[in-house]
């Protein structure tokens, strides 16, 4: 089945990016294809090279550049991004910002759409 | 190379204001209708105070985005519900619903349909993709 994901919430401060990230490992780890991850509202916070955590604590922004490099297509909406300060130089790598017309495809492409966030 | 129009529901199921789900929901819908999809949305739960009518957020001092819902038509967004159950549970009535624009020959005002919930479980089975806002 091919599933397409999204992210509608920040990291550390909820548990959608965690749920979405295990999720998809699972998807993979069962033959299945990801079409496309997508992050919108607070979830384009994910990805930014900025974030700091503890050492002991998990990397959410280099968790998903690494999925990235895998080949699966990690996309943050513009608009969201643009409101929160999200710009390119602050990307990790593999991940890219493009517009909702990208979530739009995934929609229609994927089998199903899987929603993370409240 | 044709391939089917795909089905799509949006569902909205929160209020309006105190986050920012509805309104960048309510993007995603205009966005979305430019492409070649079905578009239906539904309006539940808290979602449906989004559709009342005679919304002001001057003293929230946020930008509202009510007018907006009234260019759904033109936008070819024709296939708008809102849940009775959930109206009623807030005190609304149809009377209180906002127009989603205008009929294009008798210029009569159009409004969102209210219908139950096993209406809305019926239009669930059909579609391809459910995005929720």
């Known amino acids: 089945m091919k599933l ?47 974030m700091e955590p503890p050492q002991d604590d998990r990397h959410i922004a280099n968790r998903w550049s690494e999925l990235g490099a895998t ?48 | 190379m044709s ?10 199921r929160k209020a309006p204001h105190g986050t920012i789900y509805v309104y960048e929901g309510l993007e995603v819908k205009l966005i979305m209708a430019a492409y070649d999809a079905d578009i239906s949305v539904v309006f539940m739960d808290d979602g449906v105070l989004a559709l009342k009518q005679g919304q002001n957020t001057d003293e929230l001092g946020i930008k509202g985005f009510e007018k907006t819902y009234g260019v759904f038509v033109d936008y070819e967004i024709e296939n708008v519900f809102v849940d009775r159950q959930s109206m009623e549970d807030r005190g609304m009535t149809a009377d209180d619903l906002l127009v989603i624009g205008e009929d294009e020959e008798t210029e009569a005002p159009i409004k969102p349909k209210v219908v139950d919930s096993k209406e809305i479980a019926a239009m669930m089975a059909e579609q391809h993709n459910i995005m929720a806002f």
Do not use: W
Request: glycine share 8%.
């Open chain 1, 71 to 118: 080949g699966i297509d990690i996309v943050v909406c513009i608009a969201a991004a643009k409101r929160r300060g999200i710009v390119d130089d602050v990307l990790v790598d593999n991940v890219r910002i493009s517009g909702l017309g990208q979530l739009t495809m995934m929609a229609i492409e994927a089998d199903r759409m899987v929603t993370f966030g409240d």
């Open chain 2, 3 to 12: 391939e089917d129009i795909k089905k799509i529901m949006f569902t909205v």
């Open chain 1, 4 to 50: 397409a994901v999204c992210i509608y919430e920040g990291p550390y401060n909820h548990e959608a990016s965690d749920s979405a990230y295990h999720f998809i490992k699972a998807v993979i780890d069962k033959g299945h294809e990801i079409r496309g991850i997508f992050f919108y509202h607070d979830g384009v916070y994910n990805v930014t090279k900025l």
